[in-house]
């Protein structure tokens, strides 16, 4: 994995008389929010991944260009006004190619880390609340699963029923929700025996109140920290399986694509043909990154700035 979140400080958000609680809830909040826009580093992971995010998706509504019909003419043309990134050995516009492979690659990054930490989150909340024998069980069922190299399961999935961005999303998903589920499950070991959560359970909360109510959202912070590292690794699988040719399949393509595409001709010169693709993911995943390491500073207590 890219990271890993930290065990944070919980904040207890039980309903009080006044609603305290929830204006120190929501002062934690803010306080958390003031650092992370302190570190210069997480505004350029932000600006950074809009930039990708609006390249990607309102790029093409601009830049239009045909990415459909081949144009052996100007088949590995470089640069120029009417191409800025040059065309493949296809004629086709890179730059188009560049827009049209971040999308699929941003789609699966965080459908994917969505799916994970949906399901890490309710699974590990489960069984950190539930406890004993059924606890151990259900992380020995992580412990199993982790032990299986996801990237051979993909393979063989992309080979034999191909590969989409809705395949490798659940595929992506389906095992990168563990990590997730020992943190949420880390986090609802050291909660559960709070004085809030043993007054909600005198109040006649039930497991399901406790964990919708109580204990998920005071483990927000190491959830939502997580995810940015999930979407990071999800476009770094995504690019090395399309490097390794079990991507997606044309029409679509990601950004592995490409890059596996221009190593045939990195050797004659042609740059623009893989240069842009690597920068793109570099870019991207450094991005995430940045993020996900500011907000666990932001969200840490114990290194947040006074």
Not at 102 to 122: K, P
Not at 245 to 255: K, M, R, T
Request: hydrophobic content about 50%; overall charge neutral.
């Amino acid at each position: 994995m890219s990271g890993t979140a930290p065990s944070l400080p919980p904040l207890d958000i039980a309903r009080a008389p006044g609603g305290g609680e929830v204006g120190s809830l929501q002062s934690g909040w803010r306080l958390a929010l003031r650092e992370f826009s302190r570190n210069r580093l997480a505004v350029v992971g932000v600006a950074t991944l809009l930039f990708f995010v609006l390249f990607c998706f309102v790029g093409p509504l601009i830049y239009r260009v045909n990415l459909l019909n081949t144009n052996l003419s100007i088949a590995s043309s470089p640069p120029s006004a009417s191409h800025l990134l040059g065309t493949d050995n296809e004629g086709i516009d890179v730059l188009g190619e560049l827009m049209k492979g971040g999308q699929a690659a941003l789609e699966i990054g965080f459908f994917s880390a969505i799916m994970a930490i949906v399901i890490g989150s309710l699974y590990g909340a489960i069984s950190g609340l539930v406890g004993g024998i059924a606890d151990s069980v259900l992380m020995r069922v992580v412990d199993v699963l982790l032990s299986i190299p996801f990237l051979f399961v993909v393979l063989i999935v992309a080979v034999r029923y191909g590969a989409s961005v809705l395949s490798l999303s659940l595929i992506l998903g389906a095992f990168t929700w563990l990590v997730p589920a020992r943190l949420v499950r880390g986090e609802v070991l050291t909660l559960k025996v709070r004085d809030f959560v043993a007054a909600a359970r005198i109040a006649g909360s039930g497991r399901w109140r406790l964990i919708n109510r109580h204990l998920l959202p005071n483990a927000f912070s190491v959830i939502i920290v997580n995810v940015t590292f999930n979407v990071a690794d999800a476009i770094l699988a995504v690019a090395y399986l399309g490097f390794l040719g079990f991507g997606l399949h044309y029409p679509n393509y990601d950004w592995g694509d490409l890059l596996s595409n221009g190593t045939d001709y990195l050797q004659d010169g042609y740059w623009w043909l893989i240069y842009p693709a690597g920068i793109c993911i570099v870019l991207t995943v450094m991005a995430c990154n940045l993020i996900g390491d500011a907000l666990r500073d932001a969200l840490d207590v114990r290194v947040r700035r006074r």
